[in-house]
């Protein structure tokens, strides 16, 4: 057990002693990635959970039926978003509320305004007003996201930003998914400031890292490890010089825990263990498991050439992003989660992925092989051949004559 794991827990274990426990909690979109660890952390402590999800069928959930726990204390309610009334059932004599859910969807053809900003603003008034006709709701921990601090690497790049700071520059067209957590967690505190019955805690955590309760390809945090560590062509001249700061997805758990226990506990919270990158992860990947097709070098590619192919990515990253974030570090402040009565410690980079990517390895999602360099040296010295060739026929011809 490492000290930051053993210090969360004694944290934690404290505030467990006293609480009661008599009233049920309710986590909203168990069906997710951190949703999913939160409850099954949630239900080892003894809590009566209540979770929300869109999933049409609860068979598709049996990862969660069948955790410990889970027969006697965990009920399952099928809501939606955008569906007025439909967490009323879910929340009803509950006391505090963590609510995950939000869309996080990086694709072509997305519909950002209907499909990512709408969902999560009028998802986050849904939920919030549903808390008002709750009674016995006491308290609101809000998943948010660093996304709602800043919008590129650029704009932590020289001076830090901290729980003070606002994303101003995401739009519907750049950075639109940090667009989305940033109206919603606006909206979320413009209604709590609108009554008195509860109160609101916000997570701002970083890039989430870390074993899920089981591997989830559609995980953005899993595909962009998946992309480190399976050869992907994006790696073939080795890995991308993005920003990436991180966070473990146990400690980010823990957090709203605390947060959800703690009254001390007020306002917005950075969680971030490391301001990182692709090639640390790559790096420290790569040493851990040296026979897996993980790059072992940052690309020496132009950033204006990773600019000219940016819109073939993935939605969200166009060429603006890949100006702002590649070849420069963030500086987010972290440390009102660690000083402040959140009193949180960090689990190391290293150990973060570690234990996700053996999760995606026991999964069979990734395959030993060759350092994926050797795929991009095999087509440069291709080319160069290609386009040496006329010049050594030339070459041979005048000599002839």
């Known amino acids: 057990m490492t000290d930051a794991v053993q210090h969360n827990q004694e944290r934690l274990a404290k505030l467990l002693k006293d609480y009661d426990k008599s009233k049920p909690v309710v986590v909203t979109g168990v069906d997710g990635y951190l ?29 969660l039926t069948s955790l410990p726990h889970a027969e006697h204390k965990l009920k399952l309610y099928r809501a939606n978003l955008l569906d ?50 709750t009674p016995t709701l006491r308290r609101v921990v809000l998943t948010s996201s660093v996304g709602a601090i800043f919008a590129d690497a650029a704009d932590c790049a020289i001076s830090p930003v901290d729980e003070t700071t606002w994303n101003r520059t995401s739009t519907l067209t750049h950075q639109p998914y940090f667009y989305s957590k940033t109206l919603a967690e606006q909206e979320a505190w413009i209604l709590a400031g609108s009554q ?55 400690d980010v758990v823990t957090a709203h825990i605390i947060a959800g226990l ?6 917005r919270h950075i969680l971030c263990s490391s301001n990182s990158s692709l090639p640390e992860f790559c790096r420290i990947l790569s040493r851990i498991f040296p026979n897996y097709p993980i790059p072992r070098i940052p690309a020496p590619i132009p ?77 440069a010295l291709l080319a160069c051949f290609v386009m040496s060739s006329p010049l050594i026929q030339y070459y041979q011809s005048s000599r002839s004559s």
């Open 303 to 379: 950033i204006f050439a990773l600019a000219l192919v940016a819109p073939l990515l993935r939605q969200g990253i166009d060429r603006k992003a890949v100006w702002r974030n590649c070849n420069c570090r963030t500086q987010l402040d972290s440390t009102k989660s660690t000083k402040g009565a959140l009193n949180m410690r960090y689990r190391p980079l290293e150990v973060s992925l570690r234990d996700m990517y053996q999760q995606m390895i026991d999964a069979g999602a990734v395959q030993p092989g060759l350092p994926p360099e050797l795929y991009g040296l095999s087509i």
């Open 84 to 133: 007025i009334g439909s967490f009323d059932e879910a929340f009803h004599g509950c006391e505090v509320a963590f609510h995950t859910a939000s869309p996080f969807l990086l694709q072509h053809g997305l519909d950002v305004e209907r499909q990512l900003v709408q969902p999560a603003v009028e998802g986050t008034r849904n939920v919030l007003q549903t808390c008002n006709r």
């Open 196 to 250: 008195t019955q509860w109160t609101l805690v916000v997570m701002n955590p970083a890039m989430i890292l870390g074993p899920g309760l089981r591997y989830f390809p559609n995980s953005e945090s899993f595909k962009t490890i998946y992309k480190c560590g399976s050869g992907h062509w994006l790696t073939w001249f080795g890995s991308p010089t993005f920003a990436m700061p991180a966070v473990d997805i146990r």
């Open 35 to 63: 949703a999913g660890v939160l409850v099954q952390q949630l239900l080892s402590h003894g809590f009566v959970v209540h979770g929300t999800h869109i999933q049409p069928l609860a068979s598709n959930l049996n990862y």
């Open 262 to 267: 703690d009254k001390a506990v007020t306002g």
